[in-house]
């Protein structure tokens, strides 16, 4: 828990949580607070499962989970490369485009790009960090004006950034359990953006679970969580995150390999649909650890 990335913050709160949990379930849980020793830490503090709740740069991309197999210390969630890979919101569009999955259309800039930084697509975009969660330098732009603003907090987390088409419809989070897709969660912030402060402020969003969908839509964005779990090398409980668009064709966001499990957190929340209180689930999460791995 905590880390070295900008989210270390909601990375503290995801592991006490975590830890608390553990600790009613009668299991011995040690809340680690990773720094630049983190390997001196493992090594004087044996431990038998890694519980992964970092969030962001080091934490989702596949550092600490390529630390973790040298350790030869099992661990939650996605293995190195498919850490990797849905952390990086390039490569991952990439492989969906691959693989015929719908996602917006997008183009790449670069801060360092020798060319004046130009935008081929017409607004209203969504500007974004390759490499950030949590909503973290992410900006709607629908005017002129809000361009160059757009692009300088995008540029504050990242080398290069995705401009994507904007999309009009239902944002959608559809929590995994391994293959098989919970509730669909339709998350609709009052701000009408799911920026940091709807994310993590109680009562700034509204949550609806079930959601409120028709049957063959249902079964598309869950089909298409299927899909995305699968090419982007999901493991254990991941969150694949849609937008269902007006003509209802669902276009994949991003899957985290890393869902939050704070108080506002959208796992935990279609869980209880499926009679899985927060401590089962932790455990549910942690009994993945020790079945995939392989030593």
């Not at 959608?172 to 339709?186: D, F, K, S, T």
């Not at 679970?209 to 995305?228: F, G, M, S």
């Not at 090398?233 to 499990?261: H, Q």
Request: hydrophobic share 40%; net charge negative; glycine share 8%.
């Amino acid at each position: 828990m905590g880390g070295l990335s900008p989210e270390q913050k909601v990375s503290i709160i995801t592991g006490n949580s975590v830890v608390e949990a553990l600790k009613r379930k009668g299991l011995k849980a040690l809340p680690i607070n990773v720094d630049h020793q983190i390997g001196t830490t493992l090594q004087s503090n044996p431990i038998d499962l890694a519980f992964i709740a970092l969030h962001g740069t080091y934490g989702e991309d596949g550092c600490i989970q390529g630390l973790l197999e040298y350790f030869k210390i099992p661990y939650t969630g996605a293995g190195v490369m498919g850490s990797a890979l849905a952390f990086d919101k390039l490569k991952s569009k990439e492989i969906l485009k691959f693989h015929g999955i719908p996602t917006a259309d997008y183009e790449v800039l670069y801060k360092n790009s020798e060319e004046k930084i130009c935008r081929t697509l017409n607004l209203p975009v969504v500007v974004k960090p390759t490499n950030q969660g949590s909503s973290l330098g992410i900006s709607i732009v629908k005017n002129e004006n809000e361009w160059e603003p757009a692009l300088e907090a995008a540029f504050a987390y990242s080398e290069e950034v995705i401009v994507e088409k904007f999309i009009e419809g239902k944002l959608l989070a559809i929590g995994m359990n391994e293959m098989e897709p919970m509730p669909i969660i339709h998350i609709r912030p009052k701000s009408g953006f799911y920026d940091y402060e709807a994310k993590y402020t109680s009562g700034k969003t509204e949550y609806i679970c079930p959601a409120d969908l028709e049957k063959n839509e249902v079964d598309e964005c869950k089909q298409i969580a299927k899909q995305v779990f699968q090419v982007l090398r999901g493991r254990g409980f991941p969150r694949v995150d849609v937008i269902l668009d007006n003509e209802g064709v669902p276009f994949v966001l991003e899957m985290n390999t890393v869902p939050g499990m704070t108080p506002t957190s959208l796992l935990p929340m279609a869980a209880e649909k499926i009679g899985l209180g927060f401590d089962d689930l932790v455990v549910e999460i942690l009994k993945t650890a020790q079945r995939d791995y392989k030593d």
